[in-house]
């Protein structure tokens, strides 16, 4: 069966929140979801994306708030192991 997923992402700066959808993760494009509802029905994700819409600001992040109260990335995408690491190496 196909998970339907309906996602909230943002930047690093939390300025944008953004409402997606898709039936798989690894077709996500941002690096941070802070929040994900999970559907069985293609109509019930719709509907819901569409309430989500409507939405201000201030309720998105009432949403996000009370589920991952810091803002943290909560799916690990292919996008999150592609940015490089700084490595620093100290010499004695």
């Avoid at 690894?26 to 802070?34: G, L, Q, T």
């Avoid at 201030?58 to 803002?71: D, T």
Wanted: net charge positive.
């Amino acid at each position: 069966m196909k998970q339907h997923i309906i996602y909230f992402a943002t930047d690093a700066n939390r300025i944008n929140i953004e409402v997606g959808y898709c039936t798989n993760m690894a077709d996500i494009k941002f690096n941070r979801i802070v929040y994900m509802e999970k559907f069985n029905s293609f109509e019930e994700a719709q509907q819901k994306k569409l309430i989500f819409h409507t939405y201000t600001r201030m309720m998105k992040e009432r949403i996000i708030r009370r589920y991952n109260p810091n803002w943290l990335n909560i799916v690990r995408t292919p996008l999150a192991f592609n940015t490089p690491k700084k490595i620093v190496a100290y010499a004695f």
